[in-house]
């Protein structure tokens, strides 16, 4: 038990680390679409080097692995195409620490999944925390883009429309992703669960970079970092759901991890980029982040 809240928390660290270098990326008007390819290649190389046991995949001794290659695939698919539509919220003039906290506030699709789908034990405390976080979400669509010098954002609210469409597929893409810890007899015996995702995330950024970029700037050390960041936050996000799943309590896994992410990336908005925070902003803040503390309780 004590482990398994280790590890959410040292998630939740890392997520806020990979928030902070990605707002800081988008803030520069890098060339963001070679930095995701970069970044994804960096995660998949490392996955594929350090964590799968070679050994157990040589003897054959793992399975459910068209199950695993289909449901990371989608998690993977989905999580990037999340991502693209927070970076469009944040170039639309987005205040950044509120797109994250959207963004992030996702977790509450997991956690119905969990109870739904997988008959985890769901309490009055936690739906209360479910109409706390979508009252969040509510004063956050209050706010008005950062700038409305561009008559293109005269209305301010393009920001949010994108923030969450981010929230709805890193929603289903996390509810996708706690699927393998539900099968039946199966564990990731050849701990292949990161390696698969990284390397379709690495897929999608291909198939978007060729589409989408007409020149190619990489930054090596944002990228490195990032990649960095987001195998070691997926490594121990798989681990700790594994550990909660023996109990039955995937579902704090998300929120508890999540709360600590916003907590660290909402100082980073206020005190190092400083950004407009007004009472609206914080409250719908403070009830994000008190809605996700008692869905994890």
Not at 275 to 286: D, P, Q, Y
């Amino acid at each position: 038990m004590i482990s398994g809240l280790t590890l959410i928390f040292i998630t939740g660290v890392l997520w806020g680390l990979v928030g902070i270098i990605f707002s800081r990326t988008v803030s520069r008007k890098e060339n963001f679409h070679a930095f995701m390819l970069l970044s994804s290649f960096f995660c998949a190389a490392g996955a594929w080097a350090f964590l799968p046991d070679y050994t157990k995949i040589i003897s054959g001794d793992f399975s459910g692995t068209l199950q695993l290659l289909a449901v990371m695939t989608g998690v993977a698919f989905l999580g990037s195409t999340g991502f693209l539509f927070m970076k469009n919220a944040m170039n639309n003039d987005g205040h950044h620490g509120i797109i994250w906290t959207i963004a992030q506030s996702a977790m509450i699709i997991p956690f119905i999944a969990s109870f739904i789908l997988w008959d985890e034990k769901i309490t009055l405390f936690k739906v209360l925390g479910l109409i706390t976080i979508l009252l969040s979400l509510f004063m956050f669509g209050m706010k008005k883009s950062e700038s409305l010098s561009d008559p293109d954002k005269k209305n301010g609210k393009k920001w949010f429309l994108f923030a969450l469409s981010a929230f709805i597929f890193l929603g289903i893409s996390q509810a996708f992703s706690t699927m393998p810890s539900h099968w039946t007899g199966w564990h990731d015996n050849a701990s292949l669960r990161v390696p698969v995702y990284s390397l379709s995330a690495f897929l999608f950024w291909i198939l978007y970079f060729l589409l989408k970029s007409s020149n190619v700037k990489f930054i090596f050390l944002p990228a490195f970092s990032y990649a960095l960041a987001g195998l070691l936050g997926q490594v121990t996000l798989y681990k700790s759901l594994d550990i909660m799943s023996a109990r039955n309590m995937t579902s704090i896994v998300y929120p508890a991890s999540i709360a600590v992410s916003i907590l660290i990336f909402f100082l980073y908005s206020i005190f190092i980029i400083r950004e407009k925070s007004g009472a609206g902003v914080r409250t719908g803040f403070l009830f994000a982040l008190a809605g996700i503390i008692m869905i994890s309780i």
